[in-house]
């Protein structure tokens, strides 16, 4: 071994990986065994990742002798990834979605995207802490709680930085370096956010390029899985691995034209010089004066590198306005559909259940309360009043939001500020999102939920559906002129 393994994967990125092991320098084994050991000493200090796989090492041996055998799968081969604690694994790893109700449930099959990042070689290293039942079980838990796991703390300062989104732990380890990279899935800002806090990159992809089959539900119509990377390039890898065509998920059927499977090719570092991208200030305006700084300097990054600014843009439609109608109808169809499949063993087998379980194990169970899922049980829609209100609570966002602003001004993206006001109108429609480190704010401010802002900031890319090569060509071409990414120096 010519390379000090525990110095060498604190930043290298999924290339650089691959020729190392191509060249023997080192090996799968080598590297989740790397993993393991720093999972072992610093995610104590961070929870981000819930459990490993005690197979990883065994798993990544056979990929050694196969790539010694019969060649290299691809740009994943023996590469750990962490998935998501709400992804489904057939394998000795639990899928729980944070809550102590599915501590020991095991899924009966791979989710699509497990599955094929097993076809193409990854070694599924273990799950990742997250926001318990994806942040939909109560108005007030807090970002990256669960009663699973505990609180996942941002290693760029543990217990004082905010991490945002249920994907927190993914980004967490991530950045932390306890895996190469991860997957994480998103509703409305579960993905980009944590990726922008924790000086990451993370794509939300269009709802339908990437199959939600085995993935614990909250939306049909929004939910998505996701890459988490400490790079453009790495996530574009991770993409094009996981996407895909998906008999039993409908979602995926009007997208086979629009799915690349390398989506490398979109990396284009002179791109910005030809991009038309739009500043809406609305989601500006409550910045503090750092941030608000930060994305600034993004603007001035646009135009020096040649790109068309176009400042402001109104998108004339409110911020948030989620229907919780229509969220609680999809939350208690799909998650009462995904429980009643688990296993006769375990405790529970609807959302019914779930609550009374909760209730009777609330000194560990309860500690936020559970007051959405109650709603959700408590929800009366039929299929007819859900179909509905769904088409009412999309129609403004189609005829006065994404579309229409970039068709307004011959856009190909909007820039967005890292946080999560500005993502909803992209989840209510599935559309896509990327985000990129832009900053680090030294000072920052308390959010409403007394959360700490400051840290690592990401500036959001934002597009039509299926404009994913765009919105890569544009992260990729902001990310190679600024390279503002640092590490979070755990270890």
């Known amino acids: 071994m010519s390379i000090n393994l525990q110095d060498w994967i604190q930043e290298a990125d999924l290339a650089n990986m691959q020729k190392a092991m191509t060249t023997g320098e080192c090996t799968s084994e080598a590297l989740v065994l790397a993993y393991i050991e720093r999972i072992h000493k610093y995610n104590p200090l961070i929870n981000a990742v819930l459990e490993i796989n005690p197979d990883a090492l065994e798993i990544a041996r056979n990929l050694d002798l196969e790539r010694n055998k019969t060649g290299c799968r691809g740009p994943l081969h023996g590469i750990p990834i962490l998935l998501k604690d709400n992804i489904d694994t057939h394998d000795r790893l639990h899928t729980s979605a944070g809550s102590i109700a599915l501590a020991e449930s095991f899924a009966p099959e791979d989710a699509f995207v497990a599955a094929k990042l097993r076809a193409a070689g990854a070694v599924l290293l273990g799950k990742a802490n997250m926001t318990e039942w994806s942040n939909f079980m109560s108005n007030r838990m807090p970002a990256g709680y669960s009663s699973r796991g505990g609180y996942v703390l941002n290693p760029y300062g543990p217990g004082k930085l905010f991490v945002s ?242 068709d307004q001004h011959g856009l190909d993206a909007l820039m967005l500020p890292g946080d999560i006001d500005g993502m909803y109108i992209a989840a209510r429609l599935g559309y896509p999102l990327i985000t990129v480190p832009a900053g680090y704010s030294a000072k920052g401010t308390i959010d409403a939920d007394g959360d700490s802002t400051q840290g690592p900031f990401g500036v959001v890319f934002s597009g039509k559906a299926f404009s994913e090569p765009t919105l890569i060509r544009i992260a990729y071409s902001f990310e190679q002129a600024t390279l503002f990414r640092r590490s979070s120096h755990m270890g």
């Open 165 to 406: 989104g249920s994907s927190s732990g993914s980004a967490a380890a991530v950045a932390a370096n306890l895996a190469a990279a991860a997957i994480g899935t998103e509703t409305a800002g579960s993905i980009i956010g944590p990726a922008s806090q924790h000086f990451l990159v993370g794509i939300k992809p269009t709802v339908g390029l990437a199959s939600r089959r085995g993935i614990i539900p909250i939306s049909i119509s929004q939910d998505t899985p996701g890459p988490i990377s400490k790079t453009v390039t790495d996530a574009a890898i991770l993409l094009g691995a996981i996407v895909g065509l998906d008999e039993n998920d409908r979602a995926t059927w009007t997208s086979p034209h629009r799915i690349f499977h390398d989506y490398t090719t979109y990396l284009d570092r002179d791109f910005l010089h030809k991009a038309r991208i739009g500043i809406p200030r609305q989601y500006y305006r409550s910045l503090d004066e750092e941030r608000l700084s930060i994305m600034e300097s993004a603007i001035h990054v646009l135009r020096e590198q040649g790109a068309t600014v176009i400042d402001p843009v109104d998108l004339h439609m409110e911020q948030h306005s989620w229907n919780n109608d229509v969220i609680c109808y999809e939350f208690k169809t799909g998650l009462n559909r995904y429980l009643s499949k688990l296993n006769s063993d375990m405790p529970v087998h609807s959302l019914q259940d779930l609550i009374a379980y909760n209730q009777k194990h609330a000194a560990s169970a309860l500690k936020f309360g559970q007051d959405n899922l109650i709603r959700s049980e408590q929800n009366a829609l039929n299929e007819a009043t859900y179909q509905l209100k769904r088409q009412e609570y999309n129609h403004p966002a189609v005829t006065q939001g994404i579309d229409y602003v970039l």
